[in-house]
Structure formats: C-alpha cells, structure tokens
C-alpha cells in the first residue's frame, strides 16, 4: 500500500516501529530473567545510563534476515527512491522510526518485568 501524505507516512512509520519495538523489547524478560538483573536494568536505563542502552538493539540495522532495514521501510510505506529525495531528504523518517521503535521497545520491556515480578521491580525514588 502507498501512503500519500506525509502525516499518512509518518503514521505508518510509527505504526511500523511500535510494533517492532514491542517485539523485540518482549525477548528481554523471559523465565529465566532474574528479579535482580531486570531491577538493575529498569534502574539503569530510568538514571540514563548507557549500559542500559546498550541492550536495545539497532532497529533498522537489518542485522537478522526479517529485520527492516531504512530501505524496507521506505518501501512498506511505497516511497520509491525519487519520493525518499523529494519528500523525506533528511532521512526524518527513519529517525522518527528510531524514537518510536525505542519508546515502545523500553514500554514493552518494563510491561514484561511488572508481568513478572509485579510492580515492586520498578525503581523507585
């Protein structure tokens, strides 16, 4: 399907996104996490800290054989490569992609650990 407004686009990129970042951040907490390792790492990644960060992989590195690349992307939303230099030149789109994938990535990831281990896992102050 092509999307032919921007804010269509840019819909559909966030669309996109999320849901890669909620499949993805739903590997970190499985049944063999321990309460300590995800307490740590909620911790760490609430102070900012790049250790935390680290965990996130690269949402658009095309590392594994299904994972987007900005090329796949552009085509899912039907941007042929005359539309990415004339309406996305900038490549705000994939930085777009880049937030959203993250938010829902760090989303899915502390969901998992309350699932878990209930709210008490979550820093506190």
């Known amino acids: 399907m092509t ?18 970042g909620t499949a993805r951040g739903s590997w970190v907490v499985d049944g063999t996490t321990g309460e300590r390792w995800i307490r740590d790492l909620l911790r760490k ?14 949402p658009l590195s095309g590392e594994w054989a299904d ?3 900005p090329n796949t992307v552009y085509a899912e939303i ?12 900038t490549g705000q789109l994939m930085t777009d992609y880049e ?3 993250s938010e829902a990535f760090w989303a899915e990831v502390t969901r998992s650990a309350v699932a878990a281990f209930g709210t008490q896992i979550l820093p506190t102050d």
């Open 45 to 58: 990644y609430e102070d900012g800290d790049p250790e935390a960060f680290d965990l996130e992989p690269a």
């Open 3 to 20: 999307y032919a407004t921007a804010s269509e686009r840019q819909a559909r990129v966030t669309e996109l996104a999320t849901n890669h």
């Open 67 to 69: 994972e987007p690349t």
């Open 99 to 101: 937030i959203a994938f």
């Open 78 to 89: 039907g941007m042929s490569a005359e539309d990415i230099d004339r309406d996305d030149p």
